[in-house]
């Protein structure tokens, strides 16, 4: 059997495209959520194993999610590397929507693994003090 693959067009790539940005846009919420409650899990557990024993009051999960956003926009909304922000605008034009896409889980995903791991780090260190 002779399989040919079909070529998409010009116009179907720009509705690909379209279709990327939309899908994008919809999980866009759930990821920074996930983020956003993931961050205050970290921080409740530190909190709770170490700053306890310090003498601080015990925080809620609501209240270790609004310093975990707090800190987030002081420290990460200061610090811009507009050279390194000028290379991801540059791919995101050359490669389109999966270059986006992929960056940004990316860094999503990298942040939610080093929590994990510093939650790691602190639960051993924890279990020996």
């Not at 998409?8 to 990327?20: S, V, W, Y």
């Amino acid at each position: 059997m002779d399989e040919t693959k079909a070529e998409i067009k010009p116009a179907e790539k720009e509705d690909l495209g379209c279709l990327a940005a939309i899908g994008l846009l919809a999980i866009l919420p759930f990821v920074v959520v996930v983020d956003t409650i993931v961050s205050g899990y970290i921080l409740y557990n530190l909190w709770g194993w170490f700053l306890v024993q310090l003498g601080l009051p015990v925080i809620s999960m609501m209240h270790a999610i609004g310093i975990s956003l707090t800190t987030r926009m002081f420290l990460e909304g200061i610090k811009i590397d507009n050279e390194k922000e000028e290379k991801k605008m540059k791919r995101w034009k050359t490669r389109g929507m999966n270059q986006l896409a992929c960056d940004f889980f990316g860094d999503s995903f990298k942040k939610v693994i080093a929590g994990l791991l510093v939650l790691l780090i602190g639960y051993i260190i924890h279990c020996f003090v």
